[in-house]
């Protein structure tokens, strides 16, 4: 055990470097945070129009975090270490897949919470519900956190991992975008971030703890559940394959 979190403690090190040093990284993890800044300035008009507006938002905010910062900081990094061999270094060094995998992990969640809240904190939403807000934001990553686990391991170089990414961040989008189009309205509360995108705004609502809230969390467990299953049966072989 001792061995194990010493050997994530020293990958988290460099982790933390690699995405301040990686302009990809860097520039995806700052880009939810100019989209808010940008968008809190149309928050003119009656009080009501505002803080509907700001409910918007930060539901949004959530959705563009876990996109970029959850898929690109795993993804751009995976790939990143393929093609500079770093990768094949660290295994050889007796560092297994799991220690990398585990603080890329970590290195991503610790992203989406940082930006998250910096979110939260230029909208107009009251400051009494940043917990609920950062801990289901956190848990409606996890399926595009894992998702974006297991095409780091399958992308052989960076250019695969943008193509990868693609899918993932559109996905991971569309809630946000959904009033655009009925039949996209009724399907999103179902997508990887819908059910958490709906809490989300119930929070905001003040209604959290209310019987609306049953079945977009049943969807962010159930999406949980899958990505982390899935992880779990191919991880292995994409690391061996790789």
Not at 187 to 203: D, V
Not at 211 to 239: C, E, G, H, K, N
């Amino acid at each position: 055990m001792e061995t194990t979190l010493r050997k994530t403690g020293a990958l988290l090190g460099k982790d933390l470097k690699d995405l301040v040093k990686n302009p990809t990284m860097l520039i995806c993890t700052l880009l939810p945070i100019a989209f808010v800044l940008l968008y809190a300035q149309m928050s003119g008009g009656s009080p009501e129009e505002s803080e509907m507006l700001s409910r918007y938002l930060v539901s949004m905010a959530f959705c563009i975090t876990a996109g970029m910062v959850g898929s690109m900081t795993v993804l751009t990094a995976i790939a990143e270490e393929k093609e500079k061999n770093t990768l094949r270094t660290l295994m050889l060094a007796n560092v297994s897949a799991g220690h990398i995998l585990a603080s890329r992990g970590i290195v991503a969640f610790a992203s989406i919470a940082v930006v998250d809240a910096v979110c939260f904190a230029v909208l107009d939403v009251p400051a009494d519900q940043m917990g609920s807000y950062l801990l289901i934001s956190l848990l409606g990553s996890v399926p595009i956190v894992m998702i974006a686990l297991l095409l780091g391991l399958a992308a052989r170089d960076q250019m695969t991992a943008g193509l990868y990414s693609l899918p993932i961040v559109l996905v991971a989008f569309l809630p946000s975008f959904s009033m655009a189009n009925d039949t996209l309205e009724k399907l999103a509360p179902f997508f990887p971030t819908g059910g958490a995108s709906e809490l989300i705004e119930l929070s905001a609502q003040g209604s959290l703890y209310t019987d609306d809230a049953l079945q977009p969390l049943l969807v962010t467990l159930a999406w949980m559940v899958i990505s982390v299953v899935a992880f779990a049966l191919l991880y292995r072989r994409l690391s061996r394959d790789n």
